[in-house]
Structures are given as structure tokens and as C-alpha cells.
């Protein structure tokens, strides 16, 4: 593995498959009376949260403090950062204080590869989200999740997801969760097809390794799995769509919709959800949708992440990419 | 003022000759000149081109001195051999009165490494409202006869309409940065696959050529001229081909990162590539490439745009768009059309100095090397290579994008009305 | 990634000079005898818990639960404990993929746990084994069972049931294989590959 984790793109599927069978390990720690291991002893991540998201700064906080690293949260609202201060500015700042690693959030594009190459600290990175690029432990959460549902816990060790068709529906354009997962359900064998309104998908996306379609029902009984992301109300007053009732009509999941799944396909949300807007209430709250399990998941996958990055003298050692790059 | 023998340059890249300079002017040109009672410049096969003049540069003054000021912008210039520099308007103050260009035009003449003449904006305070007093600004000490509010579009019709109409009055023309705003908001690179991947607002090729086509078609209906500044997309290629064999009074540039680099570069996140317009593809360079060779791009001009390094040393989207170019245009120019065979150096000279100068109406400036003729000249040792080191930069910013990247020729002399501003590779 | 270590080809070629100090007919002996002896000193070994250690431990663990159940005619609970997140060497390696922990189902707390391993050598192994064991409930009692006891201990750490002890020096390696894994039951007692290579126990 890299020593960063800054792009879905840069995992091979050795790398992809340990992270998902180390994460299957982890996730048993969550059935014990003490839900702790001692393996990151001593050492101090930082949570450097440029944009506002609970959720995945609290996943990354439990996964840390499960493995006995020493916390510190930063986030830019009221920090000197709102005064003016550059990300490089905080980050030196940051690493004086002795940290072996920052969770980074950034609204910003690009941020976490700037702060792993810049050569301004030497902690290892991980991208917790940056601008409308990357998102690479969602994507890990989201393959972990599927091949869990779709394979089976134990039967599923080892695998990659071969062969499983996976649909992504929304908001392709200003999505970092797409992104990470058409990269990551590509390297793991998974066959991807992108759904959206072509004004919600980007200039360029024919080069990805996916299908593109503008039409849902007919993508449906072909998938073995449906993300859908959110679509925020805001895109509407940007004409990438006319209405909500229009967009929800088109590309909003229902309950007749999820009918013509096949039966063992499940649904998946990043959340937060949009109710009403992409899903309705009858199909975020079905069991075939798997939103909270990828909450619980989502730190499952962390707690792998940091411990393959971080808990020896060096990244975990898998197969090393020959192809591109 | 002396005599100079430039002895054996090879002038705009034939045959070796002689050069004397007298004062300020060129006196003969030939074959074993006489050295007597002149100081001996050996030039040993180096090319002599006429002095370059750069249509398109920032020298941030007034306003951004932390940044470049008249004094180290001309060094830059000197050092990358050009005798004259057209500043562009958006300082701050905004270059739209009479009185900052003077300024300006002053500060030139005053430091004494290159003509400076100044640039003025299109509107007041380039907003792209009202027009600014063109007139005025030309009948100033600057005289200045290329108005642009370049770093933003003249987007709006009508203005630009007009601006086009005024300045036939004094023979002037207007330079538009063309980049239909509505379809660049959040823009930070080229759209196409990289910036899909990249996850970057996308800057559509189509908001260049939308601009650049409503322009060459106004300058046709109101009879007066246009020059289209760093054109950057094959497609804004077609338009300028078409619109010149309508018989269009239109003239275009591009500057040197466009003739080298590629949006590939933005995949290092690295804002020393973010520039505007944005690096395109491929496929673009190429066209670029070719339109400069066939004259359909009239001129190279830099785009020299300064930043301080806290600007560049950020992440990608709080970063300052430009690069600086005086220094390593002419080296960009030798490795992506003289070196390719794509252009002569008698090519390069009429890009680089004798159109500029004609588009600008720098009198004194592009002249032909010929006895008579004001003495503005560089020699180029166009065998040299070498990685580019910023730190030897004249200039007061290091935001290149060649840093540490082997480039081919180096500028040794520059003459500006026979007075050496560069000997040597140093500045005077 | 065990595996990998001690598979590699330097460390195969040299396994082809090592000396076996047990076959297969020896390790079932000796595994019969730890039986019996867990059965007497457990008094029936009605509260015993079975945890083997990856990789080779957990085989160990399974044949003894095995040999117990004839024994007794009860079903003994058996299962695994990895150690990995727990080594104290972990910032000395790139980190190692890691091995299943399954507690039997009704836990161990106030249960008799002997923790099975196929060699015993620093203690370390062990000393981990014992904090994840805290982590995972309050036995009554803790033992130690090994295949083979090759000394050099750095901890206060001892066996209450070994195979066979086996003075070895520290430049010798001691490779256990068990059908399960390798195809075959024995222990080689071999020379070190090199001084740099990864320890076997």
C-alpha cells in the first residue's frame, strides 16, 4: 500500500481486499465487552476538518479511539484558519505537536494530495474527503457493505466483488463518493453503471471505467446493488434539473421502482438522505436498504485503514501495482 | 554613446555577419566589418533577432509591488530579451485614466531595461459598465493604443461593441480576454477528462470560442480591429482561420505554456499550473502549435503574470491564477516550434517582435536588422541547455512552471536603442 | 503474510537441511498426552476452553479438543485467539494482515482457558495473548499449552503442558508443520537463514 490514502484510484486489489478482510476483523471488536485494542498506542492522529461533517469525523474518531490513538480534533470554523491562516500554516502547526497522522476534510479539491506532496509535514494523510474528488474509506465502507450483503461475512474474506453490477444514481457532477466508487468497484471487478440527468454527470465521464445510461428502470433489474447520492435542493436553482417533483419522477427511488430489483439486491446511501428527494421514506426504511450498516461499517473500515497505515514502521505490504502509473 | 561590433551573429538565423551599432541606431550590416574604435561583442554563431516585444505583460505596479514592480518586470524582460512591454490595466489602481498609465509609462522610461507602454482598460475599473476615458488614456504621454480588461471578459455585447467603434478614432484596438463568465463560474481547469477525474470545476473550451466568435463577428459589422489575447483551444483556432480568410481585421496570441503544457500537469495538484486560460489538451497544443507556424496566431506574448509564493504555495483552489514567462519565453518558443521545425528564426522574430510591435504600434520596436534602424536587438545562443532556475529569476516572482525542466537557448545580449541592458546573460 | 515469511525460497532451501526432531506418529502422541494431563489437572476439564493461537496453534487447539471430547464425551468449546494487534513488536514491521479471534459462544468468563501454541520461545507471544485475553473476558484461570518448548525466554513466561522441550541455540530455527497447513505433520530444527530474516518463534 501507499503510505497515503488520498484516492481510491491508488489501491490495488491486494491493497482493496486486505483493507476489507483486516476491516472484517475489526468489526468483531464491536461485539466485545471491551471494544478496544491497544495497537495504536502512542500514537496521535489528528482530525483536520476544513468542512463541516459529523458523521465521518465522529466514524473516524471511534475508529481511532479503538485502537488507542491519541485524539485531537481540529476544525477550521472559529480556529485561527477562519482568521486567514493556509492550510500549510495549520498543518506545520499541527505536525509541531507531534502527529503521526491527519484525517483531512477539505472542501477544497486536490487539499489532501497537496498536504502529502507538498513535503510541508511528514504524517501520513488520509483523505477524508476533499472537495468533489475523492472519498476513498466511504468507497472502502460501500465495497465492505456490498460484499458482506452480497457474499456473506465469512464467505466473503478473500474476495473482491467479480462480476456483481453495481448502479450509482445521482448527482455523478459534485459527488467525491461516485468518484471513489467507480475507482474502487473497478479495481475490485465489479461492473458500475453511472445513472444521473446528463447535466448532473461530468464532461469527461465516457473515459471512466463504468457505463453511463440516463435511465433508471432500465438499469434496475440488471443490479446487484443501487447507490443512491444525494441531490442537494440547491443544484434545482442551477438548472441542472427543472424540479424536484421532476427529478424525483426520473431518478428518485420508490418503492415500485425498488420492486424491480432482483431479490437480492440492496440499496445504499452515503446519507445524509435527501427523503423524498432521491429516496422515499418506504425504501430508506425497507431492510433492503443498507444505510445504517454502513454507518457501523464505515468505522469497521477505518479502524483498517489507520491500523494497515500506521500500526507498523511502514504501510502494510501487499502487491504492488505494475499496471498504469 | 559608443560604437558595438557584433561580430559573425548569425541575423534572424542566416548567414554569420557583422554588426555595428552607432549610438542609438544600427549603422551597417555586413561581412568584415571594421572593429575600429568599437567595443567587439563576439557572437560566435549566436542568432540576433530583433529586440522582443511582449504585447502581454503584468508588471503589478501600482498596486502589487510585493509581487513585481516597472523596475524588476523590465529586468525580466531585458534578461528574456525584449526591448519593449506592453503592461496590461488590471493594477490598483486600475490602469482606466490617463494618470496611472503615465505612471507607468514613466516608471519605464525611467528605470531604462525596456519601453513600457502601458495598456489601458476597456472599462472603468474593468467592471464591464462604462467605458473608460480611451481616449484620453491615448492622448496621454503613455499613448496608448491597446485597451484590454484583460484577467476578465468584456462579456457584455454592446460595450464591447462600442469599445470596438471608439478606438477606430485613434486607430487603437482592443484585446479581449475572452471568457464568457456565466460558464467559468467556479471554473479551475480545463473540463474534459482530467478535470472529471480531478474533481475541478471545468473550464469549457466553449466559453473561449463562444466569446472570441460574437467578437470577429462584431469587428466585422462596426469595420474596426480586434486582437484576441492567449488563445488557448483548437476550436478558437477554427473561428480565428475563418474569421481572417472573411477577410476580418482580427489578430490572435498565445503564450509559451500553451505552445508547451497540458491539463495532464494539474493531476500533481500543483497551483504552479493553474493559469488562465487553463492548460489545455494535447490536442490543443498541437493545434496551437500549427496556427502559430501558418499565421493564423500572429504573435507569442507571455502572459507574464506574477504572483508572491504564498499564493502558489497553497492548495489548488486558494491559489492565484498565472505564471511568469519573460525569462523562459523565448527558450519555450525555441524547444516547441524552432526546435520541431515548425518556424525559422526569421519565424520567431516576425512573432515575437515585428507583429507585436505592428498590432501595439511600438514604433521603434520590430524593425528589421538593417542599417538605419533603431538599434533594439538580442542574440540568442540557441545551442545552449540548461534546467531552469527561478533563482536567478529577474523577476520578483518564482511562480514558473519550468522550474528544474531542460530547456534549449538562453538570451546573452539585449540591446534597447543600442544601450546593453543584458551582457552576458547579466543584467546592466 | 506468516506464511508468506516462512515459506519464502531462502528459508524453504534451507528447510530441506533441517533435521526432523518430530514426525507425525510423535506429534499425536505427544498431543494425547497433553490431553490426558489437561484432564487430570483440570479435574475433567469440565470448564476448559480451548483457544489456539494463529496459525498452527489453532490446528493444535482443534486436534486436543478432539482427543478431549474422546476422552471426556463431552464437547469441548475450542477457538482462536490472534494476537497481532497486541505484539509489542508491531513498529518494528509493516503491519500484518490479520487472523481470526473466535470465542466459543459461551465466552470465557470464569472459564479455564488453555491457550494453545506450537512453539514456545521468547514469551512474547504470549504475553500478548494474555492482554487480549483481558480484553475479552475474566477466565477462572489461564494455561499454557506448546508443542515444543525451545527455551530463550525474555519474559516470566512457562508452560503448564509441552510436547517436548527442545534446547536449541539461537541460531537455529524450529519450523512446525501441520497437515492442515503444510501437508504434512513435523518439526525441523534447522539452521538460520540469515541473521536479518523474520524470527520463527
Known amino acids: 500500500m501507499q503510505r497515503h490514502l488520498i484516492s481510491a484510484a491508488d489501491l490495488t486489489r491486494d491493497d482493496a481486499v486486505l483493507i476489507l478482510d483486516t476491516a472484517e476483523e475489526m468489526a468483531r471488536v464491536a461485539d466485545r465487552p ?31 479511539k479503538r485502537l488507542s490513538a491519541d485524539v485531537i480534533n481540529f476544525s477550521a470554523k472559529g480556529s485561527s484558519v477562519s482568521k486567514g491562516e493556509s492550510l500549510k500554516d495549520t498543518a506545520q502547526t499541527l505536525e509541531a505537536m507531534g502527529v503521526d497522522a491527519v484525517v483531512i476534510r477539505h472542501g ?9 506532496t507538498s513535503g510541508w509535514i511528514d504524517a501520513v494523510v488520509i483523505n477524508a474527503g476533499d472537495g468533489t474528488h475523492q472519498h476513498p474509506t466511504q468507497a472502502l465502507l460501500d465495497a465492505f457493505t456490498m460484499r458482506r450483503r452480497l457474499t456473506g461475512r465469512d464467505a466473503g474474506l478473500g474476495q473482491d466483488l467479480s462480476g456483481r453490477r453495481v448502479t450509482i444514481v445521482g448527482d455523478v457532477l459534485h459527488s467525491r463518493v461516485a468518484r471513489s466508487n467507480v475507482d474502487l468497484l473497478h479495481t475490485l471487478g465489479a461492473e458500475v453503471t453511472l445513472v444521473a440527468p446528463p447535466t448532473l454527470l461530468p464532461v469527461g465521464v465516457e473515459s471512466w471505467p463504468c457505463e453511463v445510461s440516463y435511465d433508471l428502470d432500465a438499469t434496475l433489474p440488471k443490479s446487484d446493488a443501487v447507490m443512491m447520492l444525494r441531490v442537494q435542493r440547491e443544484r434545482m436553482n442551477a438548472a441542472f434539473f427543472p424540479t424536484e417533483r421532476e427529478y424525483s419522477r426520473r431518478y428518485g427511488l420508490d418503492g415500485e421502482r425498488m420492486a424491480r430489483m432482483p431479490e437480492h439486491a440492496v440499496v445504499m446511501h452515503p446519507g445524509p438522505m435527501v427523503r423524498g428527494m432521491e429516496i422515499t421514506a418506504e425504501v430508506a426504511d425497507s431492510p433492503r436498504c443498507t444505510v445504517v450498516e454502513q454507518v457501523a461499517n464505515g468505522v469497521s473500515i477505518r479502524m483498517a485503514v489507520l491500523y494497515l497505515l500506521l500500526g507498523g514502521n511502514e504501510p502494510a505490504v501487499t502487491h504492488t501495482r505494475t499496471e498504469e502509473k | 554613446m559608443s560604437k558595438i561590433l557584433i561580430r559573425g551573429a548569425k541575423v534572424l538565423g542566416g548567414e554569420p555577419q557583422d554588426v555595428l551599432i552607432d549610438g542609438e541606431t544600427i549603422a551597417q550590416v555586413g561581412a568584415g566589418l571594421s572593429a575600429e574604435g568599437a567595443e567587439v561583442v563576439a557572437a560566435d554563431g549566436k542568432v540576433l533577432l530583433p529586440g522582443l516585444v511582449d504585447l502581454h505583460t503584468h508588471l503589478r505596479e501600482p498596486g502589487r509591488e510585493d509581487s513585481e514592480t516597472v523596475l524588476t518586470g523590465t529586468r525580466a524582460a531585458a534578461s528574456g530579451g525584449y526591448t519593449a512591454v506592453f503592461a ?10 490617463a494618470g496611472v498609465v503615465e505612471q507607468v509609462w514613466r516608471l519605464g522610461r525611467e528605470h531604462g531595461y525596456c519601453d513600457v507602454r502601458p495598456i489601458g482598460a476597456v472599462t472603468v475599473g474593468l467592471e464591464g459598465r462604462k467605458l473608460a476615458e480611451l481616449g484620453a488614456m491615448h492622448e496621454s504621454a503613455a499613448g496608448v493604443t491597446v485597451f484590454s480588461d484583460d484577467g476578465k471578459c468584456v462579456d457584455d455585447a454592446v460595450i464591447m461593441r462600442r469599445a470596438l467603434e471608439y478606438v477606430k478614432a485613434f486607430g487603437g484596438v482592443v484585446a479581449q480576454h475572452a471568457q464568457e463568465p456565466r460558464l467559468t463560474e467556479g471554473a479551475q481547469m480545463n473540463e474534459g477528462v482530467v478535470s472529471a477525474e480531478l474533481g475541478l470545476g471545468g473550464w469549457p473550451a ?24 492567449h488563445l488557448s483551444t483548437a476550436g478558437s483556432v477554427e473561428i480565428v482561420r475563418w474569421a481572417k480568410s472573411r477577410g476580418i481585421d482580427v489578430t490572435a496570441e498565445v503564450t509559451p505554456h500553451h505552445l508547451l503544457l497540458t491539463d495532464e500537469m494539474v493531476r500533481t495538484y500543483n497551483p504552479v499550473y493553474k493559469v488562465n486560460p487553463p492548460l489545455r489538451t494535447e490536442r490543443d497544443v498541437h493545434a496551437l502549435r500549427e496556427a502559430l507556424a501558418d499565421g493564423t496566431i500572429d504573435i507569442v506574448a507571455t502572459d507574464h ?15 492565484a491564477m498565472g505564471m511568469v514567462g519573460l525569462e523562459t519565453a523565448l527558450s519555450v518558443v525555441q524547444a516547441t516550434m524552432v526546435d520541431t521545425g515548425l518556424l525559422d528564426w526569421a519565424g520567431v522574430a516576425d512573432r515575437m517582435s515585428l507583429a507585436p510591435a505592428r498590432i501595439g504600434r511600438a514604433t521603434g520596436h520590430g524593425r528589421p536588422v538593417s ?7 538580442t542574440l540568442v545562443d540557441t545551442a545552449y541547455r540548461g534546467r531552469v532556475d527561478p533563482a536567478g529569476f529577474a523577476s ?33 | 503474510m506468516d506464511k508468506i515469511d516462512k515459506q519464502d525460497t531462502p528459508a524453504a532451501a534451507r528447510a530441506s537441511d533441517a533435521r526432523p526432531v518430530l514426525e507425525g506418529p510423535d506429534i499425536a502422541r505427544v498431543l494425547t498426552r497433553i490431553a490426558h494431563e489437561i484432564v487430570e489437572r483440570a479435574k475433567g476439564a469440565d470448564d476448559v476452553v480451548l483457544l489456539g493461537i494463529p496459525t498452527r496453534g489453532v490446528f493444535l487447539a482443534q486436534r486436543l479438543a478432539a482427543k478431549l471430547e474422546q476422552i471426556t464425551e463431552r464437547k469441548i468449546p475450542v477457538g482462536s485467539l490472534d494476537i497481532t494487534m497486541y505484539r509489542d513488536d508491531l513498529r518494528m514491521h509493516p503491519p500484518r494482515a490479520l487472523a481470526r479471534t473466535e470465542i466459543p459462544g459461551d465466552g470465557i468468563d470464569g472459564r479455564l482457558v488453555v491457550l494453545v501454541d506450537d512453539v514456545l520461545f521468547s514469551g512474547r507471544t504470549i504475553r500478548a495473548a494474555l492482554d487480549a485475553l483481558n480484553d475479552i473476558g475474566r477466565p477462572r484461570a489461564v494455561q499454557l499449552a506448546v508443542l515444543v518448548d525451545r527455551g530463550h525466554r525474555e519474559l516470566p513466561i512457562r508452560a503448564d503442558y509441552v510436547g517436548k522441550n527442545l534446547p536449541t541455540s539461537l541460531r537455529e530455527t524450529v519450523k512446525v508443520q501441520l497437515a492442515e497447513e503444510d501437508g504434512r505433520d513435523t518439526v525441523l530444527l534447522g539452521a538460520k537463514p540469515d541473521a536479518a530474516g523474520e524470527s520463527q518463534h
Open chain 2, 305 to 319: 503574470a506574477p504572483h508572491p509564493h504564498e499564493d502558489k504555495d497553497c492548495e489548488w483552489a486558494a491559489a
Open chain 2, 371 to 377: 542599417a538605419g534602424e533603431p538599434a533594439n536587438l
Open chain 2, 396 to 428: 520578483r516572482s518564482r511562480n514558473t512552471p519550468y522550474e528544474g525542466r531542460e530547456l534549449p537557448g538562453r538570451v546573452t545580449h539585449t540591446w534597447l536603442r543600442g544601450k546593453a541592458t543584458l551582457v552576458d546573460g547579466k543584467l546592466t
Open chain 2, 206 to 229: 466553449v466559453a473561449e470560442e463562444s466569446i472570441i466568435a460574437r467578437d470577429v463577428l462584431l469587428a466585422e459589422h462596426v469595420g474596426s480591429r480586434v486582437h484576441i489575447c
Open chain 1, 108 to 116: 477544497a479539491s486536490g487539499a489532501p494530495y497537496r498536504l502529502a
Open chain 2, 88 to 97: 496590461m490595466a488590471n493594477t490598483f489602481p486600475v490602469a482606466d485614466t
Open chain 1, 34 to 64: 471491551i471494544k478496544k485494542l491497544p495497537t495504536l498506542r502512542g500514537r496521535t492522529v489528528v482530525n483536520l476538518f476544513f468542512e463541516d461533517s459529523t458523521r465521518t469525523r465522529i466514524s473516524f474518531e471511534a475508529a481511532e
